[in-house]
């Protein structure tokens, strides 16, 4: 079983940053995309940023220039650095990681990890 374990959520006011981490453990055979997805009270979840085993990331229109998605792959760890916040980013952020079993893959997600952002 993999297990993912999220970090850095917390209030912040308009203008500032976070930087979340979603570390991936336990009987980890290969990682291939990792993202971020968020969910606003009363909306549906949404991608924020994902980036492949490769490098290559892609980001939501409304996070572009502000938000980045970095990996860490020794660490199995995937990283969300959140400049400029503004109080539509407050939701709970979600990582999510897409796994191959050395059978088959499966998708996983972390606990959340809630981020407001005061105006």
């Known amino acids: 079983q993999v297990q993912l374990v999220e970090s850095g959520g917390g209030l912040v006011q308009a203008g500032g940053s976070l930087r979340l981490s979603c570390a991936a453990s336990g009987n980890i055979f290969s990682i291939d995309a990792m993202g971020w997805y968020r969910q606003a009270p009363g909306k549906q979840r949404e991608l924020v940023a994902v980036?492949?085993?490769?490098?290559?990331?892609n980001y939501a229109d409304s996070v572009k220039g502000r938000f980045t998605i970095s990996r860490d792959n020794a660490k199995n760890t995937v990283y969300l650095q959140m400049n400029s916040l503004n109080p539509e980013d407050t939701a709970v952020y979600y990582c999510n990681v897409d796994h191959y079993s050395g059978s088959y893959y499966e998708g996983l997600w972390g606990q959340g990890t809630q981020v407001t952002v005061s105006s």
């Open positions: 980036i492949t085993s490769a490098g290559t990331t």
